[in-house]
């Protein structure tokens, strides 16, 4: 016979995780991808992956979800948002893009011409967005700080900047919430700061309680997916592994897609 103590342990054990219960609206089929740092190459490998995932599990509404920092660190910064712009033409509002603190820096640096802010934006990987778009390595190293914060928005298309200020800061499906960084503890989901959803670290993954849902994140680098507790992140580091991850999602099922 079971006694009182040994039944609360039992009952404890037995507790569903909120990872385990979390659901997408019937019907509904997520994928979500990590941050992509200007691998192109990589987001259409891993797009190819997606679509045959697709076509593989019948029909759905199926949603892609990118979760920021498509710039910056990676070669192709300029092809990536290329890629993105024209799978939004053709998915129109089955893709949800969401911005990241790299695409904050960059559009305020091409913004503002501040060489301050320039030098910022290079320090954390424009360089290679900067590369990416027709200025030459050559004169680029010549180019003095303030040169380059004026040089920087003759490079980049007009389109380029407004398609990244339409980005959203969070998506709320069935039981999850997706930004690109985290959010703060204890604080409901309409009154989270954009700049904790675009730049929060350890506040957030030091958390040990629930969030308010399940929260699917990039900005923070792991080895592997890291699922603990109420949040899931996806960042694998894709511009320095080549491992670029996407997350399933329909009804309670999850799984991941992976390049390399």
């Not at 799978?87 to 509002?93: I, M, N, T, V, Y």
């Not at 003759?154 to 407004?162: G, I, R, S």
């Not at 309680?209 to 894709?238: C, L, N, P, W």
């Amino acid at each position: 016979m079971r006694g009182p103590m040994l039944g609360r342990l039992f009952k404890r054990a037995a507790a569903p995780r909120p990872l385990d219960s979390a659901r997408v609206p019937d019907g509904a089929r997520i994928y979500a991808i990590g941050d992509i740092h200007g691998r192109n190459d990589l987001l259409v490998d891993l797009l190819a992956k997606i679509d045959a995932d697709d076509a593989a599990r019948g029909a759905a509404d199926t949603q892609i979800i990118l979760l920021g920092d498509l710039v910056d660190r990676g070669p192709d910064s300029a092809g990536v948002i290329e890629t993105a712009l024209a799978l939004k033409a053709a998915r129109g509002d089955k893709l949800r893009l969401l911005a990241g603190n790299h695409e904050e820096i960059f559009i305020e640096a091409c913004r503002t011409r501040e060489p301050k802010l320039m030098r910022f934006f290079l320090k954390i990987g424009g360089d290679a967005t900067l590369l990416s778009y027709p200025i030459t390595r050559a004169e680029y190293r010549e180019l003095s700080l303030d040169e380059l914060a004026d040089r920087l928005p003759t490079l980049v298309p007009e389109a380029h900047l407004e398609f990244l200020e339409s980005f959203e800061d969070q998506i709320v499906i069935g039981d999850y919430v997706f930004v690109h960084a985290g959010i703060r503890p204890n604080v409901p989901l309409g009154e989270q700061k954009v700049s904790d959803m675009r730049w929060i670290r350890e506040e957030f993954f030091g958390h040990k309680g629930a969030f308010e849902k399940v929260v699917i994140y990039g900005h923070t680098i792991y080895d592997g997916v890291e699922e603990q507790g109420s949040r899931i992140g996806i960042d694998t580091g894709a511009y320095a592994t080549g491992q670029l991850t996407a997350i399933g999602l329909e009804g309670s099922d999850r799984w991941y897609l992976q390049t390399n």
